[in-house]
């Protein structure tokens, strides 16, 4: 009985064999000339991290890459595929596994090692992309090739630290304010007793020109003023919707009050009424965006950044911050903002959960901007050093976390209790401190 099996196993298997080989005349094998590469992604990508702790030890940290966050962009005019942001400097790309989607037969080689093209196993093969990789698509005809030049790029600077230079120029400012930039000029709010001024100025170098203060034409909260097409807006003391082309004259806008004037994108002013979030595309017409979680809206003065995605200009991711005493964290907003109403998102909340625990401590007055690719965010109270910290977020307002080594404040205004505010003009962080003192940030 045993020697049967022994000799109807192998004798099976051959016969298997002998009918995988015969081809059906139903079966077809289709040969084209076409060869090009229409997809290109890569897995998750493993490195080792090193930083300093705040009390300047050195720390390793094992961190991965989601391949998903990172992006591609096939250049078919020029044969060019190259990453769409720049990969942090620590990033080890020696061992990445690319997945190629597209139409022929794939090899590879390292870019300058004159090696021979191997044959890529799509999504299983480790390649080194430190100097660059070529990649070579042959048709099934054999009769035509095309070669890909593939680049991770990475960031140059090992470690990019903010550096804070003292502005000269003489600003009459004291007390509570609000800055914002427009048209690469500073804009200083003032509430100034209750008589509000603004002030315009004009940085060059370590220098800002500023103008003297005007005075506005009439009263508005300076807290609420916000820049959306090409105008300042504000709301009056009675809450109407008020705007102004220069920041000195004011004029009702369509007669709308609300109780809170809350930022802009490039599509949308945003404000809410006491129930209900609105939004305008003109600044004199307001539509209901929605009337979900308002008790976790952020009081006045709200900071707001508006960015196009890297992958798609036509949308933007909307970010907003501001102090709620009613909750345990300062709450942040996000949204996906469009110019047509088909593609335009709800707002969101960003709860903070045992799941999502990293959110910003509960300040009594908070700031927040957008530089490079990251959000930063600096406080006072929430049981911190006032202006202690900067807190970042490389997530959109997710997450936030210190990064010390690159990212801290103004050593001067740390611990001091005299109103702050900070914007983004012409690639530099500034921060305004009542007295007249300004700072700028750049990396």
Same mark, same amino acid.
């Not at 139903?26 to 229409?38: F, G, L, M, R, W």
């Not at 100025?201 to 506005?216: C, E, Q, R, V, Y």
């Not at 009263?219 to 807006?233: E, M």
């Not at 970010?319 to 345990?328: I, Q």
């Given at each position: 009985m ?6 109807y ?5 051959f016969a298997l064999?002998l009918?995988?080989?015969i081809?059906s005349?139903?079966d077809?094998v289709?040969?084209?000339?076409t ?15 090193t930083?300093?702790t ?8 094992s ?14 005019v020029n044969?060019?595929?190259t990453?769409?942001d720049s990969?942090?400097?620590?990033v080890n ?24 093209f191997?044959?890529l196993?799509?999504g299983?093969d ?22 890909y ?6 960031s140059?600077y ?7 230079h003292?502005?000269?120029?003489n ?5 509570a ?17 209750g008589?509000?001024?603004?002030t ?10 500023w ?10 909260n ?6 959306f097409?090409?105008r300042?807006f504000?709301? %009056?003391?009675? #809450?109407?919707?008020?705007?102004? =082309?220069?920041g000195?004259s004011? /004029?009702?806008? @369509?007669? +709308?009050?609300?109780?809170?004037l ?6 949308r ?22 009337a979900v979680?308002m ?6 003065p ?6 196009a995605?890297n992958?798609n200009?036509?949308?933007e991711n ?25 593609s ?8 903070i959960?045992?799941d999502?625990?990293?959110?910003l401590?509960p300040?009594?007055?908070v700031?927040?901007?957008r ?7 600096? %406080?006072?109270? #929430?049981?911190?050093?006032?202006? =202690?910290?900067?807190y970042?977020? /490389?997530?959109? @307002?997710i +997450?936030?976390?210190l ?9 001067s205004v740390m611990g ?13 962080v ?7 003192k300004?700072w700028k940030?750049?990396?």
């Amino acid at each position: 009985m045993n020697r049967f099996f022994s000799l109807y196993l192998p004798l099976t298997a051959f016969a298997l064999f002998l009918f995988s080989c015969i081809k059906s005349e139903d079966d077809e094998v289709t040969v084209t000339s076409t060869c090009v590469i229409t997809g290109f992604s890569v897995g998750d990508i493993k490195s080792n991290y090193t930083t300093k702790t705040v009390s300047g030890r050195d720390t390793t940290f094992s961190r991965t890459v989601s391949g998903k966050s990172i992006f591609f962009n096939i250049d078919q005019v020029n044969n060019k595929i190259t990453t769409v942001d720049s990969l942090a400097n620590w990033v080890n790309i020696s061992r990445v596994v690319p997945t190629v989607i597209g139409i022929g037969t794939v090899a590879y080689r390292e870019k300058g090692s004159g090696n021979d093209f191997y044959y890529l196993r799509s999504g299983s093969d480790s390649i080194n992309f430190t100097n660059g990789v070529e990649l070579r698509v042959s048709s099934s005809d054999g009769k035509y090739t095309r070669l890909y030049d593939v680049t991770i790029k990475k960031s140059q600077y090992e470690i990019e630290r903010i550096s804070w230079h003292p502005m000269g120029g003489n600003l009459e400012l004291t007390g509570a304010h609000r800055t914002l930039s427009a048209a690469g000029k500073l804009y200083v709010f003032a509430e100034n007793d209750g008589n509000p001024t603004v002030t315009v100025g004009i940085a060059s170098g370590n220098n800002i020109s500023w103008t003297t203060p005007d005075p506005l034409s009439m009263p508005v909260n300076i807290q609420s003023v916000t820049c959306f097409d090409g105008r300042f807006f504000g709301l %009056g003391n009675d #809450g109407t919707v008020c705007s102004s =082309s220069d920041g000195v004259s004011w /004029a009702s806008a @369509g007669g +709308t009050k609300l109780e809170r004037l809350l930022m802009a994108d490039n599509f949308r002013l945003y404000g809410f009424d006491g129930t209900t979030l609105l939004s305008t595309s003109d600044g004199d017409t307001w539509e209901t965006e929605q009337a979900v979680d308002m008790e976790s809206l952020p009081q006045m003065p709200v900071s707001g950044v508006s960015y196009a995605m890297n992958t798609n200009e036509r949308l933007e991711n909307v970010v907003m911050t501001g102090v709620n005493p009613m909750l345990s964290t300062t709450p942040v907003w996000f949204k996906v903002s469009a110019q047509s109403a088909d593609s335009d998102q709800d707002w969101h909340y960003i709860n903070i959960s045992d799941d999502n625990p990293f959110g910003l401590p509960p300040f009594s007055s908070v700031q927040m901007v957008r530089y490079g690719d990251v959000l930063l965010a600096a %406080g006072a109270g #929430g049981g911190e050093t006032a202006y =202690s910290n900067l807190y970042v977020s /490389a997530d959109n @307002g997710i +997450t936030w976390h210190l990064q010390p080594d690159s990212y801290f404040m103004v050593e001067s205004v740390m611990g001091s209790a005299l109103p702050l505010t900070m914007t983004v003009c012409s690639n530099a962080v500034y921060v305004v401190q009542s007295g007249g003192k300004v700072w700028k940030g750049v990396k």
